[in-house]
């Protein structure tokens, strides 16, 4: 895996912060973490300690933020994130076999990201979908009432994108 952490990302997230009232900067950390994420793609300790500094903030209070909100991470994701809802609704309509078979077909551990960085699969707490029973996220797209048989159709495109983009044709698979 490879880390773009280039310049010109840092001086997006520098302008980001300067544009900020000094008297604001302190309250604006969740946006601003927000907006390094979107900048970077998750948070790294490099990213951590630049917001740090340049917000005054110390570093363990804002890892105290990253580490509260789910939402925030410090490992890089894939370009297709895959959240399998484990809310009481998904749970009891079989999201934990739908999680099992899910992380045996991309051969990646719950939380894990594949070294090429295609995929990610994460357990969350509620999609907000309960009527539509288990449900998958992926990326922002809603899947629902999944069972283990529609995986592979769920996961075809992007495995399709990902074989395009590494061949420069399209793929029939």
């Known amino acids: 895996m490879t880390q773009d952490l280039s310049r010109e ?3 997006s997230l520098a302008q980001l912060i300067t544009n900020i009232h000094d008297h604001e900067k302190t309250s604006s950390l969740i946006k601003v973490l927000y907006e390094a994420q979107e900048i970077f793609g998750y948070l790294p300790k490099e990213v ?11 570093t363990a209070h804002i ?5 509260f909100y789910s939402f925030f991470t410090t490992k890089p994701k894939g370009k297709c994130q895959i959240k399998v809802c484990m809310g009481t609704a998904c749970f009891v309509c079989g999201a934990e076999k739908l999680a099992h078979d899910l992380t045996a077909e991309l051969n990646l551990n719950m939380g894990e990201t594949s070294t090429d ?5 994460d357990a969350v707490r509620c999609v907000g979908a309960c009527g539509l029973a ?12 999944v069972t283990p048989k529609d995986i592979k159709k769920i996961l075809k495109p992007y495995r399709k994108a990902k ?4 061949t420069g044709r399209e793929s029939s698979t």
């Open 9 to 11: 990302k840092f001086e």
């Open 48 to 58: 951590v300690f630049f917001i740090g500094e340049k917000l005054n903030v110390p």
């Open 63 to 67: 890892y105290g933020v990253i580490t």
């Open 117 to 121: 960085l295609s995929f990610s699969i």
């Open 134 to 145: 288990p449900a998958v996220l992926v990326n922002e797209q809603v899947h629902a009432r």
């Open 163 to 166: 074989k395009s983009k590494a």
